[in-house]
């Protein structure tokens, strides 16, 4: 019985450092990617007018410049942590969007909401501010 132990021993160590090193050459090629990812929005028709974007310059959407706004004027009067109990208008609780972090976070789904039209429960956003808020989850949520 006890034979058995140190062959399986050694025939285990090579396994493990050969899994490493195939997580280590995928983690590379990752990077490798991410080097040539193309603009996403840069290869966008430029629209001529005062669309929100172009205000933005050819590409970038940030928090910190337009999305901040977008959320704090549109959404943060009931999803904010600052706000709670019945001010929320019944806005689920911990689903806030008044940093960056949470904005981050809950992202996506507040994007599926703005596109279809479900939230503000009101008044939906304006076209401009669907592809902007749009472009900024495509981009990955830039800060
Ligand atoms: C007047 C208050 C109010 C405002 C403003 C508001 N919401 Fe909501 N939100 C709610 C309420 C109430 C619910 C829960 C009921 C529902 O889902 O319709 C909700 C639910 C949600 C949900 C969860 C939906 C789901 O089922 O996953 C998301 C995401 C969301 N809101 C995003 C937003 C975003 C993004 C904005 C701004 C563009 C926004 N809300 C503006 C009140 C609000």
New binding site residues.
């Given amino acids: 019985m006890n034979h058995d132990k140190p062959f399986l021993r050694r025939n285990k160590l090579p396994m493990r450092y050969i899994l490493f090193a195939l997580i280590a050459a995928g983690l590379g090629l990752s990077q490798v990617a991410c080097g040539t990812k193309k603009d996403p929005v840069n290869e966008g028709n430029a629209s001529a007018g005062e669309s929100s974007l172009s205000d933005a310059g050819p590409s970038e959407v940030t928090y910190t410049e337009r999305v901040k706004a977008?959320?704090d004027d549109?959404?943060n009067?009931?999803?904010s942590s600052a706000v709670q109990g019945a001010s929320?208008?019944?806005?689920?609780v911990g689903?806030d969007?008044d940093t960056y972090s949470l904005a981050k976070t809950?992202g996506k789904?507040?994007?599926?909401?703005?596109q279809s039209g479900?939230?503000?429960?009101?008044d939906p956003?304006s076209r401009n501010d669907k592809e902007l808020f749009q472009a900024w989850v495509d981009q990955g949520f830039k800060e």
Avoid: V
């Fill in positions: 977008l959320l549109n959404c009067k009931c999803h929320r208008e019944g806005a689920p689903l969007f809950n789904r507040a994007n599926r909401e703005i479900a939230m503000p429960p009101t956003l």
